[in-house]
C-alpha cells in the first residue's frame, strides 16, 4: 500500500497562485507516472497533469502555460505550481501515483485524499 499526503490547497482570488504537493510512502516499488487530477461539483475527475520518472509531462489544455508540473524523485514527491488562477479551477485535486513492485510482476494505482482549491472572482 502506498499513502499519499497532500498539501497546499486553499482559496485564493482569481489571478493568484498556489503549490500543492503530494509526498508517497517508500515501499519495495518505483514510482514511475505521477499526477494530479480534479473534480468540480457535478462534474467527472479529469486529468489536469501528469508527469513521468523521467520528467515528461503532459497537461490538460485548459491548464496550459498555467500550470507546471515538477517532482523531487529523491523525495517521492511530486508538485503542481498553478499560476493565474480562474474560478474555472475550483475544485477538489487528487494527486495520483502508478508504482511497479520490485520483486513482482504487479503495477499499482494510488490516490491521495484530495485537497480542496477554491478560486473567488
Known amino acids: 500500500q502506498v499513502q499519499l499526503v497532500e498539501s497546499g490547497g486553499g482559496l485564493v482570488q482569481a489571478g493568484g497562485s498556489l503549490r500543492l504537493s503530494c509526498a508517497a510512502s517508500?515501499?519495495?516499488?518505483?514510482?514511475?507516472?505521477m499526477g494530479w487530477y480534479r473534480q468540480a461539483p457535478g462534474k467527472q475527475r479529469e486529468l489536469v497533469a501528469v508527469?513521468?520518472?523521467?520528467?515528461?509531462?503532459n497537461y490538460a489544455d485548459s491548464v496550459k502555460g498555467r500550470f507546471t508540473i515538477s517532482r523531487e524523485n529523491a523525495k517521492n514527491t511530486v508538485y503542481l505550481q498553478m499560476n493565474s488562477l480562474k474560478p474555472e479551477d475550483t475544485a477538489v485535486y487528487y494527486c495520483?501515483?502508478?508504482?511497479?513492485?520490485?520483486?513482482?510482476?504487479?503495477?499499482?494505482?494510488?490516490w491521495g485524499q484530495g485537497t480542496q482549491v477554491t478560486v473567488s472572482s
Open positions: 517508500r515501499g519495495p516499488f518505483n514510482i514511475n507516472d
Open positions: 495520483n501515483v502508478r508504482v511497479a513492485y520490485y520483486l513482482l510482476d504487479k503495477t499499482g494505482d494510488f
Open positions: 508527469i513521468s520518472r523521467g520528467g515528461s509531462a
